[in-house]
């Protein structure tokens, strides 16, 4: 299980990124993806998820209204749209996948297991 996230970049604030979290070597259709972040100094945080299906999402409260998670089952890829970003939401970007979570009520870290490496997202002031 691999997961390739990329997207991340230089923004200024209240710009917008992208970011997409390939699959490969498995097929994403059974897996519930989610999208971590880490800011120095601080714990991984849940940001969004979204079950298997799409049927079922969870934004953190700090993005809530600002960023969108999505997927292409097709592409075997997850995104995450991000809008009217702040200098907080600055944090190196995870994303994890997890088969055995049906339907998504909570985004912790605990509750997934297959991560891909990070991308770096940076937003200036």
């Known amino acids: 299980v691999q997961l390739q996230a990329s997207g991340g970049g230089l923004v200024q604030a209240g710009g917008s990124l992208r970011l997409s979290c390939a699959a490969s070597g498995f097929t994403l259709d059974y897996y519930a993806i989610g999208w971590f972040r880490q800011a120095p100094g601080k714990e991984r945080e849940g940001v969004s998820c979204?079950?298997?299906?799409?049927?079922?999402?969870y934004y953190a409260d700090s993005v809530k209204g600002r960023f969108t998670i999505s997927r292409d089952n097709a592409k075997n890829t997850v995104y995450l749209q991000m809008n009217s970003l702040k200098p907080e939401d600055t944090a190196v970007y995870y994303c994890?996948?997890?088969?055995?979570?049906?339907?998504?009520?909570?985004?912790?870290?605990?509750?997934?297991?297959?991560w891909g490496q990070g991308t770096l997202d940076t937003v200036s002031s």
């Open positions: 994890a996948a997890e088969n055995t979570i049906v339907v998504v009520t909570t985004c912790r870290r605990n509750e997934y297991d297959y």
């Open positions: 979204i079950s298997s299906s799409g049927g079922s999402t």
